[in-house]
């Protein structure tokens, strides 16, 4: 026997091409993907563990500090790293990234008029423990204008990239926030179908707030799970 | 067991750099990968990879990030599923950007990979992100100079033929070193080859 990974629910996925979201029109590879058949390749994937974090990594609110604290809600984004038949994944590797309060992102080729702060980046990373949990406490990020049509407004969104136990279980995502009126006019979270939806937005939690001190947001993530093949 | 939804994916967006790439981009943040894959004292072949991003328009895409995993020369994987280990200090992990070079080409100096299982050519497994591309798109890179191990691979196979030529990254004779350079077309006449892996 040898692991492999049970295939892609295409039916939670968004497609490569939605035209809503214009830059999908010549970007999204047109012709069928090639099904691939599961090998070493495909099994393994880059491993990274606590050895490779700085100290301030999952905080936001810290890892960038140049003298004063970043402004903006702290809130705390917690959850766990699961495969689809519920297994908890430890010791996987979580990336984010977002835009400050003002709903202004440190990249250079952000051009939104909206303040920098010069005490957040709104990089962070950190690694599941052995229940799959990860923490990160950062700043809520705000909306943003871009470009895609008569203005359009990202609602607020955390980036996440995670590599989950192998090549195939990649999975980069974005984060929102229950309740937010710009979720309906999105292309990008519209993109996604409609009974999925609701799989990319975070719960608030009383029990993850911490009191005088920041707001707690929930959000779990399901990579696909393992099965068994013989091998032939 | 009813299985739980898998996560859907978005898009990277256009703003990756300061988190996945900080380094290449002069951030200030510590980068856990980039384009540089060899420390120290690996055994095997150097290696340079470059390339482009295209869209169907056939422009550059100059804000796509590029990941590169692949197997040691012996064609071992740094990863506890490869039963028979790799060699220590070569991980096989890299991300490149296409937002800082003047030409916007993604370029990693790496190792030649060798045969992963004796059946397959040796090949490195890239996966594609950018802006516009909801989920991300996986797809491979063979060697010119491999044209008989490349001949037998199963997955070159599955490939109609007249579009392999997309999967296989040629060499450049006239470089010094070993230079393999593949672009990636995400739409046209040479649409690279994705995989549904």
């Known amino acids: 026997m040898s692991e492999s990974y049970a295939p892609r629910d295409w039916s939670s996925q968004p497609p490569y091409l939605h035209p809503d979201y214009k830059s999908t029109v010549l970007r999204a590879p047109t012709k069928p993907l090639i099904p691939i058949r599961q090998s070493l390749s495909e099994i393994t994937g880059p491993v990274y563990g606590q050895d490779r974090l700085g100290a301030l990594d999952a905080d936001l609110t810290r890892n960038a500090v140049k003298g004063a604290e970043p402004i903006g809600e702290r809130i705390i984004v917690t959850g766990r790293v699961l495969d689809e038949n519920g297994r908890p994944q430890p010791n996987m590797l979580i990336e984010i990234w977002q835009a400050n309060a003002a709903g202004r992102y440190v990249h250079v080729v952000d051009q939104h008029a909206a303040p920098l702060d010069p005490n957040f980046l709104g990089g962070g990373r950190c690694v599941t423990d052995g229940e799959g949990r990860y923490t990160f406490t950062t700043i809520k990020p705000g909306a943003y204008p871009w470009g895609n049509h008569d203005n359009a407004w990202r609602p ?42 609701e799989l990319l937005i975070s719960r608030f939690m009383l ?26 | 067991m009813s299985k739980l939804r898998q996560t859907p994916s978005q898009t990277v967006g256009p ?24 420390e120290g004292d690996v055994p095997g072949q150097r290696i340079r990879i470059e390339g482009r991003v295209l869209d169907g328009n056939g422009d550059v895409v100059p804000d796509a990030m590029i990941e590169i995993w692949q197997a040691d020369e012996q064609g071992r994987y740094a990863h506890p599923a490869d039963p ?89 004779e006239a470089s010094a070193g070993a230079v393999y350079r593949l672009d990636i077309h995400m739409q046209g006449p040479n649409e690279t080859v994705f995989f549904d892996v």
């Open chain 2, 84 to 172: 028979r280990g790799s060699n220590v200090g070569f991980k096989g992990f890299g991300r490149m950007g296409t937002g800082t070079d003047p030409e916007q080409r993604f370029i990693f100096d790496t190792i030649k990979p060798g045969s992963v299982d004796g059946a397959q050519a040796p090949h490195i497994n890239v996966i594609v992100f950018m802006r516009g591309l909801l989920l991300h798109a996986y797809t491979r890179m063979y060697f010119s100079d491999e044209a008989a191990a490349n001949a037998r691979d199963p997955v070159l196979a599955s490939v109609p033929a007249e579009r392999r030529h997309t999967l296989i990254a040629l060499k450049d």
């Open chain 1, 156 to 197: 607020a969104h955390i980036h996440f990239s995670l590599f989950g136990p192998s090549l195939s279980t990649r999975l980069v995502t974005q984060m929102y926030f229950p309740g937010d009126p710009l979720l309906a006019f999105d292309p990008i979270y519209m993109g996604t179908p409609a009974d999925c939806r």
């Open chain 2, 15 to 38: 703003f990756f750099a300061y988190a996945l790439t900080p380094e290449q981009y002069g951030y200030d943040f510590a980068s856990i990968a980039d384009g540089a894959l060899v």
């Open chain 1, 207 to 232: 029990e993850h707030t911490q009191p005088l001190f920041a707001l707690g947001y929930e959000f779990d993530f399901v990579l696909r799970g393992r099965h068994q093949t013989p091998v032939e």
